[in-house]
Antibody
Framework: EVQLVESGGGLVKPGGSLRLSCAVS????????MTWVRQAPGKGLEWLGR??????????DYAAPVKGRFTISRDDSKNTLFLQMNSLKIEDTAIYYC?????????WGQGTLVTVSS | DIVMTQSPDSLAVSLGERATINCKSS????????????LAWYQQKPGQPPKLLIY???SRESGVPDRFSGSGSGTDFTLTITSLQAEDVAVYYC?????????FGQGTKVEIK
């Protein structure tokens, strides 16, 4: 069974940092292109960025609102995806999901809530 | 970026009746060499993550009731719920994954009339 489990969310002050993790199982993580998506309270879904597998070059792309502040990385030995978030703003408050396309389907985690507030 | 536009923003349908949601992309999301549209539909209930209903525009995810169906190609797509049930009350999103930068429709809220 495929599982994606996010963790690391919480309350942080504006300007602060947080590191999210996404632990995966049930598929070959090292072959997967992994994506972060977020959803602000009462709002729609927003793509944040994606990391390719190392065998496909490992390129990372970011959405404009987070480029330069957020960093995506992966540890294939631990089947874990990361999202390092720096210089957090109030508008970064959201549920953060990791996702991936496995074969034909798209898998999502349950999400982790990040609240940026003073 | 590919812009995804859903219509309507909300709709109220009687139990057992048909609900139809449209999604239009600003450019084609048909991968011609594979004859595949990279379009997904999700259902989201309060406090839950999005649940995949349809992928490749018309393929139903395992376990999804057959009252849910997707159609369309190129830039115009439709999600149909043939006989609305109470448990179908939710927000529905379309998503393109043709481009590196995935984009989503704004969502359509489905309620019972």
């Amino acid at each position: 069974e495929v599982q994606l489990v996010e963790s690391g969310g919480g309350l942080v002050k504006p300007g602060g940092s947080l590191r999210l993790s996404c632990a995966v199982s049930g598929f070959t993580f090292s072959d997967a292109w992994m994506t972060w998506v977020r959803q602000a309270p009462g709002k729609g879904l927003e793509w944040l960025g994606r990391v390719k597998s190392k065998s496909d070059g490992g390129a990372i792309d970011y959405a404009a609102p987070v480029k330069g502040r957020f960093t995506i990385s992966r540890d294939d030995s631990k089947n874990t995806l990361f999202l390092q978030m720096n210089s957090l703003k109030i508008e970064d408050t959201a549920i953060y999901y990791c996702t991936t396309v496995t074969g034909s389907t798209i898998q999502w985690g349950q999400g982790t809530l990040v609240t940026v507030s003073s | 970026d590919i812009v995804m536009t859903q219509s309507p923003d909300s709709l109220a349908v009687s139990l057992g009746e048909r609900a139809t949601i449209n999604c239009k992309s600003s450019q084609s999301i048909l991968y011609s060499s594979k004859n595949t549209n990279y379009l997904a539909w999700y259902q989201q209930k309060p406090g839950q993550p999005p649940k995949l209903l349809i992928y490749w525009a018309s393929s139903r995810e395992s376990g999804v009731p057959d009252r849910f169906s997707g159609s369309g190609s190129g830039t115009d797509f439709t999600l149909t719920i043939t006989s609305l049930q109470a448990e179908d009350v939710a927000v529905y999103y379309c998503q393109q994954y043709y481009d590196t930068l995935w984009t989503f429709g704004q969502g359509t809220k489905v309620e019972i009339k």
